[in-house]
């Protein structure tokens, strides 16, 4: 009970020095109570979607493989949709137990265009989704306005699409199919009574459907089946399938059903929240060096009082279990109020979602009850571990430290051996990193990348506080030395406790590695994927969809119309199966391409004649299949085409596997195709290249942009806006990240914060009196200000030449996929590096603030 009493004395007697480690424990539980609250609400609301919606059994065309669920591609690569033939309706009608069938029509790759040709879809990537309206929609949505359409003419949409685009009944509206280009009206406006799943909506009457979407076969994309309630689901299913046959089509129950869009929406979210997740445990590992650091600076500020309640009889246990139950008390508390702004963050999270289209309401949210068992626990846990050393140290303080005036004194053999443990972690990681350069495979390099990063990592930790001398002196010498005497004491300040420095820069470290490594790999991306192009692309113009629908037979005429192009080179992407000379059937996707591909796009020949791969009867493989399977030029190969026959094809050319950026390395010629595929299943093109005539290019992309004007779906790029693409494309995905990293780096300037604060309660005496011998206020700020810098640069030196070793070491890998080039964003580097300086400024401030306006004379009465 006494040394309970004595803990919680400490603890509130230090609260303002406990809020900084608090505030790491409560934003990274937060992190992980609100992404769990976030997945959880979005599989609520999903499942809700999907039950409401299913049927008791679901009809839907046979597939290939396991794949197909309501997120998936609902057409092939010619664009229209797989169907049930509609007489399977009058079929399952007549089955016991069948009260009524429902027969509807979608597809998921169709372009929106309002009166100024502008695009309607969304801009998030999600899809545009073309549907017949009927009964089923009632179940999940109902008419806000207007009426349901009627009649080829009539159009009704979504809620959430006519808000953010502005679409009023009334208003005329142009749908573009694989089938045609068809004007239309709005006739009404539908709002959803669950959610809307991030889509732009737009609903037909049913035979206008089957027109647009399917080219007026009679037919369904999905069938719904309910029952009389007479038979269960499955008995259900059985008597349907007995009629239609069981692997004729894909049948369901609604459990079936329901489960499988769970899973696939599962395979989602799990990417979604293992990011999350990774990013809430960096941050509280770099928390765990801010308690670290906290507990050891109290330990050290109370080492007399601890000597002194061992002097009266307190055992090293007591004094140990004091510490802990501080730690517990810190871990509790900050891990309650992270548990509640973990919902707050889950709520910012649904608003967000809302924002780009996918609506998701409170009434929803989803608090399981482990979430706030796995957030408290994980909180504890770690704030206890990383409260143990400083508790072990304090158990330690004998009671002759009560008569020293002295902080409680270093183990200089224990950082030894900590420093060597440093260095040979170090060593032993570059060396993994380095190993990276010499494997044959980006498997099998992952390992050595893998042991490379963490032992590098816990090796710059531990061995972090034995450079604090070497960098922070080298440091000191170009930044401080121009300060006078206020920067050398800057300097002797950093210097004062390595250990402490090493802890409170090694938070800012690792942050700082990651940025630095990820723009590393980024950058190299960017400029592998840019020299490829310019070595290999050959096109003035590319030209593709923006929704991944095929290419229309209209816009690719347009594009031929152009006088000003010398030649259109049309690329279709066919799924194949082929018999390898080892007998072993393989799925192959292969290229069709027209013979003037080659002008485009400069193909890597192995072996062979690329003239002749793209003649009648011939076909050329990849370098890496011609190893695995021993094919070889002159070998003949049975090529089955998806939707076609099966043709023997010849092997003209082996083409090098190593291009970054290709089609694929499986081609034949476009007349090769056609000569097994009729032409109603040949696929549509995927994208075009397109070549001006000599010394009309500037005509040309106008002439060109001009055809493609009616066609919203339809983009122009020349090579320069193709590589501008693809950085923007990994642009993106950095900021993300670097926005997630944001949450790690934070918590590190709390580290600084807080390092600094406490060093500033330490040194109150000390304080006090330099400022009785004149150190004036401004200078004792500037003091602790350049400090912090010192600090800060320090963990950025330190982050900055680790990530670059990682970035260096993961390039390595990318390069056995074609990424060649290695790229440093110097650029970025420098602005981390100088942006390090600012934050160790900012860090400063509070902690210089109160230094400033310490009292003379109590400071130097301080014990």
């Not at 501080?326 to 809302?354: C, D, H, Q, R, Y």
């Not at 060593?427 to 010499?438: D, H, R």
Request: proline share 4%; with cysteine; glycine share 10%.
């Amino acid at each position: 009970m006494t040394v309970l009493k004595t803990s919680l004395r400490s603890f509130f007697s230090h609260k303002g020095r406990m809020a900084l480690s608090g505030m790491a424990v409560v934003l990274s539980v937060a992190f992980v109570c609100g992404t769990l609250v976030f997945t959880a609400t979005m599989n609520t609301t999903f499942d809700k979607l999907f039950a409401q919606s299913a049927s008791n059994v679901m009809i839907a065309p046979a597939e290939d493989g396991d794949e197909g669920s309501s997120f998936e591609d609902t057409g092939p690569a010619t664009g229209i949709p797989d169907a049930v033939p509609a007489s399977v309706v009058d079929e399952i009608s007549s089955v016991d137990g069948v009260a009524e069938v429902t027969g509807n029509v979608a597809a998921s790759n169709a372009v929106a265009a309002d009166a100024d040709n502008e695009n309607l879809g969304p801009t998030t990537g999600a899809p545009t989704i073309v549907t017949n309206w009927s009964d089923i929609e009632l179940r999940t949505s109902e008419i806000r306005e207007g009426a349901a359409p009627s009649g080829p003419g009539q159009v009704m949409v979504d809620g959430d699409t006519a808000d953010n685009k502005d679409i009023a009944v009334g208003d005329p509206i142009r749908l573009i199919t694989a089938i045609g280009d068809y004007e239309t009206t709005v006739s009404g406006i539908v709002d959803f009574t669950v959610t809307n799943p991030g889509a732009a909506i737009f609903y037909l009457d049913l035979p206008t459907a089957q027109e647009y979407l399917l080219g007026g076969a009679d037919g369904y994309t999905q069938i719904y089946v309910d029952s009389t309630g007479a038979v269960s689901d499955t008995d259900l299913k059985s008597a349907i399938a007995s009629v239609v046959g069981a692997d004729t089509y894909k049948l369901q129950t609604s459990d079936e059903y329901i489960e499988e869009n769970r899973d696939a929406l599962g395979d989602v979210l799990s990417i979604l929240e293992y990011v999350l997740l990774g990013f809430a445990g960096l941050a509280l590992l770099v928390g765990i060096f801010l308690i670290v650091n906290t507990f050891s600076m109290l330990v050290a500020q109370r080492t007399r009082e601890i000597g002194l309640m061992r002097a009266i009889g307190s055992s090293r246990r007591q004094v140990n279990r004091s510490v802990l139950i501080e730690a517990l008390l810190l871990g509790v508390i900050g891990s309650v109020l992270g548990f509640g702004v973990g919902i707050g963050i889950a709520v910012g999270l649904m608003a967000l979602m809302s924002a780009v289209g996918m609506n998701l309401s409170t009434e929803d949210l989803t608090i399981n009850p482990n979430v706030p068992i796995v957030g408290i626990v994980l909180g504890v846990v770690v704030t206890l571990l990383a409260a143990y050393i400083p508790a072990r140290r304090a158990g330690k303080i004998s009671p002759m430290a009560a008569l020293r005036d002295a902080g409680m004194p270093d183990d200089v053999r224990a950082g030894r051996i900590r420093a060597g443990l440093g260095a040979a972690f170090t060593l032993l990681g570059l060396g993994a990193l380095a190993a990276t350069a010499s494997v044959d495979s980006a498997a099998d390099g992952a390992g050595f990348l893998a042991i490379g990063v963490v032992l590098s990592l816990v090796g710059l930790i531990l061995v972090g506080p034995a450079l604090v001398g070497l960098v922070v002196r080298g440091l000191s010498a170009v930044l401080l030395r121009g300060f006078g005497s206020v920067g050398r004491l800057a300097e002797r300040n950093a210097l004062r406790n390595p250990r402490r420095t090493g802890a409170t820069a090694s938070a800012l470290m690792i942050g700082l590695a990651l940025v630095a490594g990820l723009s590393v790999v980024g950058s190299s991306m960017v400029a592998s994927a840019t020299e490829e192009i310019d070595e290999s692309a050959g096109a003035d113009y590319i030209i593709t969809t923006s929704n991944f629908m095929p290419v229309l037979p209209e816009a690719s005429a347009a594009v031929r119309g152009v006088a000003e192009l010398d030649h259109v080179t049309e690329i279709r992407y066919m799924e194949t199966a082929v018999v390898m000379p080892n007998g072993e059937d393989v799925d192959v996707d292969l290229t069709a391409a027209d013979p003037t591909y080659q002008q485009d796009f400069a193909m890597d020949v192995v072996e062979g004649d690329l003239d002749e791969a793209f003649g009648p009867g011939s076909i050329s493989v990849g370098s890496d299949d011609a190893e695995e399977y021993g094919i070889g030029i002159g070998d003949e190969l049975p090529v089955a085409f998806d939707g076609g026959e099966s043709v023997t094809l010849t092997v003209r050319a082996i083409l090098s596997s190593d291009a970054m950026v290709s089609n694929g390395t499986w081609y034949v010629s476009t007349e090769t195709a056609r000569s097994a595929v009729p032409e109603e299943a040949m696929p549509l093109p995927g994208m075009l290249f397109a070549g001006a005539v000599d010394g009309q290019e500037d005509a040309a992309r106008t002439a060109l942009d001009a055809a493609m004007n009616p066609y919203p779906q339809m983009e122009v790029r020349d090579q320069a806006e193709y590589k501008e693409l693809i950085q923007d494309q990994v642009g993106q995905l950095l900021n993300m990240v670097y926005g997630l990293l944001a949450l790690a780096i934070i918590v590190a300037i709390l580290g600084v914060i807080n390092t600094l604060a406490l060093s500033v309660v330490e040194r109150t005496r000390e304080i006090g009196l330099m400022r009785a011998i004149g150190l004036s206020r401004r200078q004792l700020r500037r003091m602790i200000r350049l400090e912090s810098v010192v600090i800060a640069l320090f963990g950025a030196l330190l982050g900055l030449v680790l990530g670059l070793a990682w970035g260096a070491a993961g390039q390595q890998l990318m390069a056995l996929e074609g990424m060649r080039v290695l790229e440093i964003p110097w650029s970025t580097i420098i602005t981390v590096f100088i942006g390090s300086a600012v934050v160790g400024l900012l860090a400063a401030l509070m902690p210089a603030f109160r230094a400033g306006r310490m009292n003379v004379l109590n400071a130097i009465a301080t014990e």
